[in-house]
């Protein structure tokens, strides 16, 4: 079964400065789908940013960009520029190519910004 | 907004007792997902309906059953309530029951146990 780890159950940056969280995961898939969700305070999930395992170059969404290591099984999110819109749970999650399709999430890091 | 809707957004019952969840996915998706998010078990997936059938379960309890209607919504039906089944229920809405479309969450069903 896959496993997504997310070692940093806390984070804190300073408004304006660069964080990045961490996340590995387990598989012995060779295709597959990773993501990082974002669940501030009013818990509604939503996606950040989406890497396909087959694609080497990292994906990017304006602030946020991803260091994906294939081999490593690491997928890290880089928050630039930090805004206190930012400050959320942040959820790295799986989702392989098995029947349903289903997310495998991990633990979440919860972002806190400071001003 | 998702497009995805859950009812009801909030639900305080007792142990013991029987709750149903409903969700209506996306307009033209047809494929719902339910995610349990607890203090204990962090975010995990419970059970997926494609288009009426089921087609894929993870850790749902024998409490637990869900379906999906000839209208595509679904309905999470939780019972014998414990007081662990306290939690934010999310449903989630694709297009397709498998390959690369983006799953849409709900808003969530927050379902409190005394």
């Known amino acids: 079964a896959q496993t997504v780890t997310q070692s940093q159950p806390e984070m804190s940056v300073q408004e304006a400065e660069t964080v990045t969280l961490s996340c590995t995961y387990d598989?012995?898939?060779?295709?597959?789908?990773l993501f990082w969700y974002k669940q501030p305070p009013s818990r509604q999930m939503i996606l950040v940013i989406r890497?396909?395992?087959?694609?080497?170059q990292n994906a990017t969404e304006n602030r946020f960009s991803v260091n994906f290591q294939k081999a490593a099984k690491s997928f890290s999110l880089k928050i630039s520029d930090s805004q206190l819109g930012d400050a959320a749970m942040y959820f790295c999650a799986y989702r392989g190519m098995e029947y349903g399709n289903k997310l495998v999430f991990g633990a979440g890091t919860i972002l806190r910004v400071k001003s | 907004d998702s497009g995805v809707t859950q009812t009801p957004k909030h639900l305080i019952t007792a142990t013991g007792q029987r709750v149903t969840l409903r969700c209506s996915p996306r307009s033209g998706d047809l494929s719902v997902y339910w995610y349990q998010q607890s203090l204990d078990q962090g975010l995990q997936f419970l059970i997926q309906y494609y288009n009426g059938e089921e087609r894929a379960k993870g850790n749902i309890l024998e409490r637990f059953s869900a379906q999906q209607f000839p209208d595509l919504h679904s309905e999470l039906n939780l019972s014998s309530l414990e007081l662990g089944d306290s939690a934010l229920y999310f449903c989630a809405s694709t297009l397709g029951g498998t390959g690369n479309n983006e799953q849409f969450f709900g808003p969530g069903t927050r379902l409190t146990v005394l």
């Open positions: 598989t012995s898939e060779s295709d597959y789908y």
């Open positions: 890497q396909e395992a087959y694609k080497q």
